[in-house]
């Protein structure tokens, strides 16, 4: 089903891509608009929610960048920074008592 | 103890031993994790967090209390990050506004070579996140200070663009500029193992 789904959305994107004149593919929401409002996030107004989602329909392109950027995302929160080692705990609590005597005038 | 509060500000322009003690016990390790995350070692995170606190020692009686004083603390170091990777000539490639362009064509669709591929084969690999933070390396200080704010610390937009002193529209570019990089470095990088075997 999925398959299907996919072969659809390449046929009417091609279709689309073939046989609209230049004059509206032009005033038509672009994958690299598309690809702009979906990685920044921003609000678009409720005209623009509604090409993006017909263009999300027919383009198989925009449908597997938003899947790769919410892979990239999800995956993005689990980046951690590596751990202290014993030796670079003591050397950093050492180092912040240094500094508050350096940077404060009295106890 | 209340940062945002006008009398600690007072109390830390004054160098109250309290106040100092306060402020650098609380936000001291979150520096030095903010820094690592960056992609910098532990020595040099170190280095640029102490500068961070003498920055802000210096500049301090003339912070005004507009933002909190973590945003103004971790703007100071993000900018000790990005002074370093200039000097150290860090990043090695540019995703420059002319590669983004190659991507489309005249009417701003995918070029056929260009076209995103299904993700299946990313959520199969065990080795995605080290990929990840290796291409993460790659990208210009801006970008990946934005993507490592906005989606590792999951950090509100109004104080990311605080601490990088952008708009948010600038924000948006350099966010959608990084996830593009990412994402097309990503594909060549699983494309070129395929055909490595």
């Known amino acids: ?107 | 103890m209340n940062y945002s509060s006008p009398e600690f500000l007072k109390l830390l322009k004054e160098r109250d031993h309290q106040a100092v003690s306060s402020l650098i016990n609380d936000y001291h390790e979150a520096l030095i994790k903010g820094a690592l995350k960056q992609g910098i070692g532990v020595d040099q995170a170190e280095e640029v967090v102490q500068a961070t606190w003498t920055t802000l020692f210096e500049k301090v009686d003339n912070f005004e209390g507009r933002s909190h004083i973590r945003t103004y603390l971790f703007g100071i170091m993000y900018n000790k990050i990005k002074e370093l990777w200039r000097s150290n000539k860090k990043y090695t490639h540019n995703f420059e506004d002319e590669q983004m362009d190659q991507l489309f064509d005249e009417f701003g669709g995918f070029m056929p070579n260009t076209s995103p591929i299904d993700p299946s084969i990313w959520t199969e690999s065990q080795q995605f996140i080290s990929i990840l933070e290796e291409e993460l390396d790659t990208l210009p200080p801006n970008q990946r200070m934005a993507f490592v704010l906005k989606e590792v610390e999951r950090q509100p937009t109004e104080e990311i663009c605080k601490i990088l002193d952008v708009s948010s529209t600038n924000l948006g570019v350099l966010i959608y500029r990084a996830k593009n990089a990412l994402r097309v470095k990503i594909e060549k990088r699983y494309k070129q193992e395929g055909t490595d075997g």
Not at chain 1, 49 to 72: D, S
Not at chain 1, 74 to 94: L, M, T
């Open chain 1, 1 to 107: 089903m999925d398959k299907l789904i996919k072969a659809i959305r390449h046929f009417l994107h091609e279709e689309v891509s073939i046989l609209a004149p230049k004059w509206l593919k032009r005033r038509m929401i672009s994958c690299q608009q598309v690809t702009e409002i979906l990685s920044s996030e921003r609000h678009v107004s409720s005209f623009k929610k509604v090409q993006l989602h017909m263009h999300m329909m027919i383009c198989q392109c925009c449908t597997n960048y938003k899947a790769q950027l919410k892979f990239i995302n999800q995956k993005a929160k689990n980046i951690q920074p590596p751990k202290f080692s014993a030796e670079q705990q003591v050397k950093i609590d050492n180092s912040k008592e240094d500094l508050i005597n350096k940077f404060s005038n009295n106890k």
